[in-house]
């Protein structure tokens, strides 16, 4: 916030971090607003008692988020989010504007140009107006820093031409094959080879032409002209404040803390106005593993292994192996109800049968065992 009264406050949100001026705040502290802090100011200087309640959140002002992010070709770190995460950039759909960034130094600021002179041996483009660290800190061998510029203007009209979507599968499928194809540690030589590249975009669908075009319209990288597309980046950098790389932003409010598919994916899912979020959001963003649950519609929620959302054919499966079991255990109680009848009815029967016979055993003696002597008959 401003020092007074007089002055406006930033553009941009500082970074407590290190910013790159070597001002690092290392001890617990947060920012907030000047308008926000004044009568906190006047409240504690009054000697009164004032009462703060900090909470983190990220905007989610509709039903549309806008997520950017700031990485470099040579980024290692950023590596795993591009390798992850067009599943869910696509899954997200229309209901997300993606944009990518390339972080690159501004040669005039920088002091890499002088008199429209480049003075950083082999670092920048456009004798010194755009620049990039050596990414193997070798300025003699290897990629060097022009060549990381020339591959970050690469990847800016890739996503020029293809990615007017706001989701852009065939960046995201480039940025994939680049690393796969071209980023070889051992051979460093790939990274520039332009049959590498061109297999590169061969794979993710992209019109080398298109793209070579691109770079060249926009300024190219050769002699002292502006570039007007690595201008922009310049400008964007300035006005979101992106002093490192990664760095991602949700609804331009900055993400902190690992660039990982979990983070991310969480990160854009809470942008969304309450009960605005896409369903993949409701179904996976609580999940142990999101990616899982964005490719293939299972969320797990924990060690468990309890799931709170199941594929249709895992449902209809469960559906029918319970309806088998519970027939079969019907018709068994059944079964066993029917023995249980017949053998009650066989004890009752039991009983009454020797009565019976007793009764026919004392029939019998009283007709037929009478001597015929002890029979007498009167006539008259």
């Known amino acids: ?27 617990p502290a947060f920012l907030v607003f000047k308008q926000d802090a004044d009568p906190i100011k006047e409240a504690l200087m009054k000697d009164q008692h004032v009462r703060v309640e900090m909470s983190f959140s990220v905007p989610a ?25 067009k599943e869910g950039a696509v899954a997200l759909g229309k209901k997300a504007q993606f944009t990518p960034h390339m972080y690159i130094y501004d040669g005039a600021r920088a002091g890499c140009q002088f008199m429209g002179e480049d003075q950083c041996f082999n670092l920048c483009t456009n004798n010194g107006r755009y620049c990039s660290t050596d990414p193997d800190d070798d300025l003699d061998s290897g990629i060097s820093g022009a060549d990381v510029v020339k591959e970050s203007l690469r990847r800016i009209c890739i996503w020029k031409n293809y990615g007017t979507d706001g989701v852009g599968p065939e960046w995201w499928d480039y940025a994939k094959e680049f690393l796969y194809r071209c980023a070889d540690p051992d051979n460093p030589g790939f990274f520039t080879s332009e049959e590498c ?19 060249q319209d926009s300024g190219g990288l050769e002699g002292d002209v502006i570039n007007s597309l690595l201008d922009k980046e310049l400008d964007d950098q300035a006005i979101s404040g992106v002093v490192r790389v990664p760095a991602f932003f949700v609804n331009q409010a900055p993400v902190l803390g690992g660039l990982s598919y979990s ?68 018709l068994i109680q059944y079964r066993r109800q029917q023995r249980h009848m017949r053998d009650q009815v066989r004890g009752i029967l039991a009983q009454y049968m020797p009565l019976d016979e007793n009764q026919k055993r004392e029939v019998e003696d009283n007709s037929v065992g009478i001597p015929d002597n002890d029979l007498e008959f009167t006539i008259s």
């Open 1 to 27: 916030m401003a020092a007074n009264d007089d002055s406006s406050c930033e553009i941009a949100e500082p970074i407590m971090a290190d910013d790159g001026s070597g001002a690092d705040i290392s001890i």
């Open 61 to 85: 002002p509709d039903s549309r988020v806008e997520y950017d992010m700031w990485i470099s070709p040579t980024d290692p770190v950023s590596k795993p989010i591009i390798e992850t995460f």
């Open 197 to 215: 590249i061109a297999d590169a975009m061969s794979h993710a669908k992209i019109n080398k032409l298109t793209i070579d075009s691109c770079m």
């Open 263 to 330: 983070t991310v994916f969480k990160a854009i899912c809470a942008g969304y106005a309450k009960r605005s979020e896409p369903v993949v959001c409701s179904q996976c963003a609580n999940c142990l593993d999101e990616a899982s649950c964005v490719i293939d519609g299972v969320c797990s929620t924990g060690g468990t292994g309890q799931a709170t959302g199941v594929s249709l054919p895992a449902f209809a499966s469960s559906l029918l192996l319970i309806t088998v079991v519970f027939t079969i255990g019907g």
